[in-house]
């Protein structure tokens, strides 16, 4: 599966932003989706995931109650909803995606930049 991520540009603290990731191919219901970021000198870090169905999502904590993982098979598209911005979001976020057997994302899109100021 190929992914485009988009949405991502600059926001002022406590503001909103909507990432969105389109997937080609015929089996995207078929894929965990997962967004991760990664800020300068920092090690990326999983952000949110969501399995094949939706059923099953998971959150870091620094997001928990501001950020929203959802997905769209019918659309092949999954979306991340960032409330309550902070500077410290500021990153690069990726989509990526793993079959739903694998242990491992191993498809990723190239990144969105999110910058918020302070």
């Given at each position: 599966?190929?992914?485009q991520?988009?949405?991502?540009?600059?926001?002022?603290?406590?503001g909103s932003l909507r990432l969105s990731c389109a997937a080609?191919?015929?089996?995207?219901?078929?894929?965990?989706?997962?967004?991760?970021?990664?800020a300068p000198g920092q090690e990326r870090e999983t952000v949110a995931?969501?399995?094949w169905s939706g059923s099953s999502i998971e959150y870091a904590d620094s997001v928990k109650g501001r950020f929203t993982i959802s997905r769209d098979n019918a659309k092949n598209m999954v979306e991340l909803q960032m409330n309550s911005l902070k500077p410290e979001d500021?990153?690069?976020?990726?989509?990526?995606?793993?079959?739903?057997?694998?242990?491992?994302f191993?498809?990723?899109g190239q990144g969105t930049l999110v910058t918020v100021s302070s």
């Open positions: 599966v190929q992914l991520a988009f949405g991502g540009g600059l926001v002022q603290a406590v080609s191919g015929r089996s995207f219901s078929y894929y965990d989706m997962g967004w991760f970021r990664q995931q969501i399995n500021t990153a690069l976020y990726y989509c990526a995606a793993k079959f739903w057997t694998s242990s491992d191993n498809s990723w």
